[in-house]
């Protein structure tokens, strides 16, 4: 008995080493990813210290050829530049496509795009390291001038990240941050919030449901219109806002853990 109490002794013991050596990691994970971003949005919000002049992008899929009225006429155009708070940022990572914050909370991150392997930086930071936190990333099907940019980023249980969404459950958070700033490389952007809802990622087999994930294609006013429908439709609260065919739309994605495959959803449309 007393050698069978002793190996459940040190077996347990055993667990409990275990268990504290992998929190102890996950918490020093977090802290340095935290550091990370803490580091990247310094550099974004003092830039004049770090930026270079006249950095320009490499040429992708995903960058636009023009800049919007800057064409002089047929076959000439003007190359982009990145807006300078980001200059920096980009020659650190050239998957960088924007950022995205709301005015008065901590939320304040780099979004990534790397549309050949969509969820590449699911679990990678910034820096390319392996992270729990991941980094927020646009939807793969995603690029400028889609209509609609789908950003997902983890809902972590220490309340970075994604997480700092859920609050718009509430329509009192929402009254106090009605609008979430989202900037490309090449163009600052404040969007209005239309909109937050509980929702899933549907089967396959599933019919007559609101799969929001795909439309990330508003070019089409039918698409469009029907896509603004069903986020007031499923809105927990009316905002009031409206979009129209010709607004610019992000929406934000984010597990809730509330059932299976839930997901809570914030979706703003551009102001003039």
């Given at each position: 008995?007393?050698?069978?109490?002793?190996?459940?002794?040190?077996?347990?013991?055993?667990?409990?080493?275990?268990?504290?050596?992998?929190?102890?990691?996950?918490?020093h994970?977090?802290?340095k990813?935290?550091?990370?971003?803490?580091?990247?949005?310094?550099?974004?919000t003092?830039?004049?210290?770090?930026?270079?002049?006249?950095?320009?992008?490499?040429q992708t899929?995903?960058?636009?050829?023009?800049?919007?009225g800057?064409?002089?006429?047929?076959?000439?155009?003007?190359?982009?530049v990145?807006?300078?708070?980001?200059?920096t940022?980009?020659?650190?990572?050239?998957?960088?496509?924007?950022?995205?914050?709301?005015?008065?909370?901590?939320?304040?991150?780099p979004?990534?795009?790397t549309?050949?392997?969509?969820?590449?930086?699911?679990?990678?930071?910034?820096?390319?390291?392996?992270?729990?936190?991941?980094?927020?990333?646009?939807?793969?099907d995603?690029?400028?001038?889609?209509?609609?940019?789908?950003?997902?980023?983890h809902n972590?249980?220490?309340?970075?990240m994604f997480?700092?969404?859920?609050?718009?459950?509430?329509?009192?958070?929402?009254?106090?941050?009605?609008?979430?700033?989202?900037?490309?490389?090449?163009?600052?952007?404040?969007?209005?919030?239309?909109?937050?809802?509980?929702s899933?990622?549907?089967?396959?087999?599933?019919?007559?449901?609101?799969?929001?994930?795909?439309?990330?294609?508003?070019?089409?006013?039918?698409?469009?219109?029907?896509?603004?429908?069903?986020?007031?439709?499923?809105?927990?609260?009316d905002?009031?806002v409206e979009?129209?065919?010709?607004?610019?739309?992000?929406t934000?994605?984010?597990?809730?853990?509330?059932?299976?495959?839930?997901?809570?959803?914030?979706?703003?449309?551009?102001?003039?």
């Amino acid at each position: 008995m007393y050698t069978l109490s002793r190996m459940l002794f040190i077996f347990f013991f055993l667990v409990f080493l275990v268990s504290a050596g992998l929190t102890a990691y996950q918490i020093h994970q977090d802290r340095k990813d935290a550091a990370l971003f803490d580091e990247l949005s310094q550099l974004v919000t003092d830039p004049t210290e770090h930026a270079s002049d006249g950095l320009q992008p490499e040429q992708t899929d995903s960058s636009p050829e023009t800049v919007p009225g800057t064409s002089e006429g047929p076959g000439t155009h003007q190359e982009p530049v990145i807006l300078p708070k980001y200059q920096t940022v980009y020659s650190m990572n050239n998957d960088l496509f924007g950022w995205v914050s709301i005015d008065g909370t901590a939320f304040n991150y780099p979004v990534v795009h790397t549309p050949e392997d969509e969820e590449y930086y699911l679990r990678r930071g910034f820096d390319g390291a392996a992270s729990r936190s991941g980094v927020p990333f646009l939807d793969g099907d995603c690029k400028t001038g889609c209509g609609n940019y789908l950003i997902y980023g983890h809902n972590m249980n220490n309340g970075t990240m994604f997480s700092q969404l859920l609050p718009y459950a509430n329509e009192a958070f929402w009254k106090e941050h009605p609008v979430i700033s989202f900037d490309t490389l090449y163009e600052a952007g404040n969007y209005e919030v239309i909109g937050a809802f509980y929702s899933r990622v549907f089967y396959r087999y599933e019919k007559n449901v609101f799969r929001f994930y795909d439309y990330h294609d508003l070019t089409d006013p039918e698409v469009y219109q029907e896509y603004v429908d069903q986020v007031k439709a499923m809105s927990i609260y009316d905002t009031g806002v409206e979009a129209n065919y010709g607004d610019e739309l992000i929406t934000l994605i984010t597990c809730s853990y509330g059932r299976k495959h839930e997901r809570f959803v914030v979706v703003a449309r551009k102001q003039p």
